[in-house]
């Protein structure tokens, strides 16, 4: 049947309630070393930071932006090549348009 048939709600409000299950098992107890260790387990070890590491860290960034920089170097724009030879033709062309 529809829910939104009158006869199921009918059905629904007659039906006995039925009172939850009490629990059947006792609390358990955790102590405070019991969470201490847990939370030990989950944080994990803390990283060891030593001279070596940080040297390698500074070798590393360094290098890392020295060719970040050599590779977004502006490009130079491109000249075709003189060709001193032609200039004075052009040159006296240009002249004799004038």
Known sequence: MSVFHPVS???REAAPQTTPAAH???PVLITEQQVLFST???VGAPSRHTLMT???QAMS???SSAVTHWRT???RPHYPP???YLE???MAREMDRL
Do not use: D, F, G, Q
Request: charged share 20%.
């Open 9 to 11: 709600v009918i059905k």
């Open 73 to 75: 170097r502006e490009v």
């Open 40 to 42: 030990a387990a989950a």
């Open 24 to 26: 059947t098992h006792e």
């Open 88 to 90: 004075h033709s052009l």
């Open 82 to 84: 003189r060709m001193p």
């Open 61 to 63: 960034h360094a290098m």
């Open 54 to 56: 940080t040297m390698s």
